[in-house]
């Protein structure tokens, strides 16, 4: 998420106000990539669950498409 980004959802949201107050842009940035992070790990863990899901039915493929797309989601918290 960028920096502009976050500044938009803060203003959308109501806490517009918090930018103007020293420091807090920073606060707000760094609670914005927590809360990224949280929602990318369980949308990881949803894709773990159906690659277990797709394993337990011998679909191979599936199990792969799956597990790609949980090591995907999970890279983007590293770009």
Do not use: P
């Amino acid at each position: 998420m960028t920096q502009d980004e976050i500044i938009e959802i803060t203003k959308r949201s109501g806490l517009g106000m918090l930018l103007e107050i020293g420091g807090m842009d920073k606060c707000l940035e760094h609670f914005a990539k927590l809360v990224a992070a949280k929602e990318r790990e369980a949308c990881a863990d949803v894709c773990g669950r159906f690659a277990d899901e797709a394993l337990a039915c011998g679909d191979e493929d599936a199990v792969m498409c799956f597990e790609q797309a949980e090591d995907a989601i999970r890279a983007r918290g590293n770009a």
